[in-house]
C-alpha cells in the first residue's frame, strides 16, 4: 500500500472528505483507535478506486484502440463498398455492353435470316431458270442433230451439184427451145387473130345485111296479108313468099319456121343469133358468132 504514507499528512488534522464514507466534522469516538481504522478502510476504498479506475482506464485505452480498429475497419469497409459499387457499376457497364453486343448481333441474324429469306427465293427462281436452261439445251441439241442431218443431206446435194448443174443446163435449153417456139407461135396467132377479126367484121357486115333485108321481107309480108279495104281477103300466090303458119310467123319453102334474130354485142360489132329455140335460116352466121366472139375476148 504505497498510498498510505502519502496520504497520511494530507489528512492529519483536517476531516476527511470522502464520497459515501467521509462526512464534515470529526467521527464519533474520536480516540485514536478508531480513527485510525477509518483511515485504513478509507484507504483501501481508495486502492479499491484507483483499481477500479486504472481498470477502466485500461478497458477505456482497449475501447479506444477497439474504436480506432472498428474505425479504420469501417474506413476500410466503406473503401470496400465504394470498390464494390464501382465494380458493380464496371459489371454493369460491361452488361450493358454485352448486351448491346447481343442486340447487335440479334439484329444481324435477323437481317442474315431476311436475307436468307431473299436468297432463298433467288435460289428457287435459279433452279426454275436452271430447269428452263436444260429444257433449252434438249431443245438445241436436237435441233443442232436436225440441222446435221440436214448438213449431210445437203452435203450429198452438193455432191449432185454436177448432175443439178447438167439438168439445170438442159432445162435452160429447153426453154430457149420453147421460147423460139411461143414466139413464133406467137407470131402466128397474131396473124391468125387479125385474119378472124377481119372475117368477123365481114360477117357482121352481113348479117346486118340479112337482118335488112329480113325487116323489108316482113315490111311485104304485112303489105300483101293486109286486110283489103273491099272486104276479101288477099292470097298471094307467089312461092317465093312463103304463107304464115301459126305463132312462130313464117315458113320458109322447106317447110321450116322463120326465127327472129337478136343481136348479142361483140366488142364494137353485133352479131345476130336466133331468140327461141327453133331452127336457124342463118345457121352459118350465128354459128360463127361463138367462136368469133372468144378469139375477140383473147
Same mark, same amino acid.
Given at each position: $500500500? ?5 496520504l ?13 464514507? $467521509?462526512?464534515h466534522?470529526?467521527?464519533p469516538?474520536?480516540?485514536? /483507535?478508531?480513527? &485510525?481504522?477509518? %483511515? ?8 479499491? @478506486? ?13 475501447? +479506444? ?11 476500410? /469497409?466503406?473503401?470496400? #463498398?465504394?470498390? +464494390?459499387?464501382? &465494380?458493380? !457499376? ?8 454485352? $448486351?448491346?453486343? %447481343? =442486340?447487335?448481333?440479334? +439484329? ?15 435460289? @428457287? ?13 434438249? *431443245? ?6 436436225? *440441222?446435221?442431218? *440436214? %448438213? ?12 443439178? &448443174? ?5 432445162? !435452160?435449153?429447153e426453154? @430457149?427451145? =420453147?421460147?423460139?417456139t ?5 407470131? $402466128?396467132n397474131?396473124e @391468125? ?17 340479112? *337482118?335488112? %333485108? ?14 283489103? /279495104?273491099?272486104?276479101? +281477103? ?36 353485133? #352479131? ?12 352459118t352466121?350465128?354459128?360463127? /358468132?361463138?367462136?368469133?366472139?372468144? #378469139?375477140? !375476148?383473147r
Amino acid at each position: $500500500m504505497s498510498t498510505r504514507g502519502t496520504l497520511q499528512p494530507l489528512y492529519n488534522g483536517r476531516p476527511v472528505k470522502a464520497t459515501g464514507l $467521509m462526512r464534515h466534522g470529526q467521527f464519533p469516538g474520536s480516540d485514536s /483507535a478508531v480513527g &485510525h481504522k477509518s %483511515l485504513e478502510l478509507l484507504e483501501d476504498k481508495l486502492d479499491v @478506486q484507483t483499481s477500479d479506475i486504472e481498470k477502466l482506464a485500461r478497458e477505456n485505452r482497449k475501447l +479506444a484502440a477497439a474504436h480506432v480498429t472498428l474505425r479504420q475497419e469501417l474506413v476500410a /469497409a466503406e473503401k470496400e #463498398i465504394q470498390n +464494390a459499387r464501382a &465494380h458493380i !457499376r464496371s459489371i454493369q457497364t460491361e452488361s450493358d455492353i454485352q $448486351m448491346r453486343v %447481343l =442486340l447487335d448481333k440479334i +439484329a444481324k441474324m435477323e437481317a442474315n435470316i431476311e436475307a436468307g429469306e431473299g436468297l432463298k427465293k433467288d435460289l @428457287q427462281q435459279a433452279h426454275k431458270e436452271a430447269q428452263a436452261l436444260v429444257k433449252d439445251k434438249q *431443245e438445241l441439241a436436237f435441233q443442232i442433230q436436225q *440441222e446435221t442431218q *440436214e %448438213l449431210h443431206k445437203t452435203g450429198s446435194d452438193v455432191n449432185n451439184l454436177p448432175n443439178l &448443174h447438167a439438168e439445170l443446163e438442159d432445162l !435452160r435449153k429447153e426453154h @430457149q427451145r =420453147l421460147r423460139v417456139t411461143f414466139e413464133h407461135e406467137k407470131g $402466128m396467132n397474131v396473124e @391468125q387473130v387479125e385474119q378472124m377479126k377481119a372475117t368477123e367484121m365481114n360477117l357482121i357486115a352481113l348479117a346486118r345485111e340479112v *337482118e335488112r %333485108l329480113r325487116a323489108e321481107v316482113l315490111n311485104v309480108e304485112k303489105r300483101a296479108y293486109a286486110p283489103s /279495104a273491099y272486104g276479101g +281477103a288477099y292470097v298471094n300466090l307467089d312461092p317465093s313468099y312463103p304463107p304464115r303458119t301459126g305463132a312462130n310467123g313464117y315458113v320458109d319453102m322447106y317447110g321450116r319456121p322463120y326465127v327472129a334474130m337478136a343481136s348479142v354485142a361483140s366488142g364494137d360489132s353485133q #352479131i345476130p343469133h336466133p331468140v327461141d329455140n327453133g331452127p336457124v335460116t342463118t345457121g352459118t352466121v350465128a354459128g360463127m /358468132a361463138a367462136p368469133i366472139d372468144s #378469139i375477140a !375476148r383473147r
